[in-house]
């Protein structure tokens, strides 16, 4: 395995349209998370998933974003209506852990290189 | 909730100087203190890691030492190389939450 991946790398787009982005974890990690990363600044948690459930969400997370992990293997992120405010790195990061909070145990966690939004 | 402060930078050093990175935390309980570094174009690294007040993470001859007293977490390396240039990012870590990142500091080593 090669670690976690991330499509596409780079996504530019016009204020109002939808985009998705897709997260590929290492493939026997159960926990996958999305952060948003702005520039300066460190990343911010945004969600994560055990499996197919999606067990915590960030209040960062507006109505305009929705996050699916169908199959407990991949998952994507999308943004409804961008707005200029959503340009930014978004990370997947993965990793195997025992429990059902975020915090039940650390195990270590893998990032994938990002995708990198800019909203005209 | 939780928060860091780390180093403002970037940090420009020559090859083979010593290098400190500053973070305190504010945190809740006992976290663990981790550093995470981030090269150009990749994904954030796990670069050392503490668990314990105390205790020395080291990797790549980084070294950070837990400081419960002074909620601090500094990063250290003695002799830096081009290859070392990045983004560092302190994180203190809290049963039951999530991580929380600090701003990151640049780090650039010239020849």
């Known amino acids: 395995d090669t670690g976690v991946s991330q499509d596409p790398r780079h996504k530019i787009t016009k204020r109002g349209q939808n985009v998705t982005f897709r997260c590929d974890p290492i493939?026997?990690?159960?926990?996958l998370y999305w952060y948003r990363q702005t520039l300066g600044q460190g990343p911010e948690f945004l969600t994560y998933?055990?499996?197919?459930?999606?067990?915590?969400k960030s209040r960062l997370l507006s109505d305009r974003f929705s996050a699916e992990r169908p199959k407990g293997s991949f998952s994507t992120l999308e943004i409804q209506r961008t707005e200029q405010g959503d340009s930014a790195m978004y990370l997947c990061?993965?990793?195997?852990?025992?429990?059902?909070?975020?915090?039940?145990?650390?195990?270590?966690?893998?990032f994938g290189p990002g995708t990198r939004l800019t909203v005209l | 909730g939780d928060s860091v402060t780390q180093m403002e930078g970037p940090v420009t050093l020559s090859e083979e100087a010593f290098l400190t990175i500053n973070c305190t935390y504010t945190a809740t309980g006992y976290p663990s203190l981790f550093w995470y570094v981030q090269y150009p174009g990749e994904g954030l690294q796990l670069l050392l890691k503490?668990?314990?007040?105390?205790d020395k993470g080291s990797n790549k001859g980084f070294e950070a030492t837990y400081r419960k007293e002074t909620t601090s977490f500094h990063l250290e390396k003695g002799s830096v190389q081009v290859s070392d240039s990045a983004v560092y990012f302190c994180?203190?870590?809290?049963?039951?939450?999530?991580?929380?990142f600090g701003p990151g500091t640049r780090l650039s080593v010239l020849p």
């Open positions: 503490a668990t314990k007040a105390d």
């Open positions: 990061a993965s990793s195997l852990a025992v429990g059902s909070r975020a915090g039940d145990s650390y195990n270590e966690q893998f």
């Open positions: 493939s026997e990690h159960n926990r």
């Open positions: 998933f055990q499996n197919e459930a999606q067990l915590e």
């Open positions: 994180a203190p870590y809290n049963y039951g939450q999530n991580f929380v």
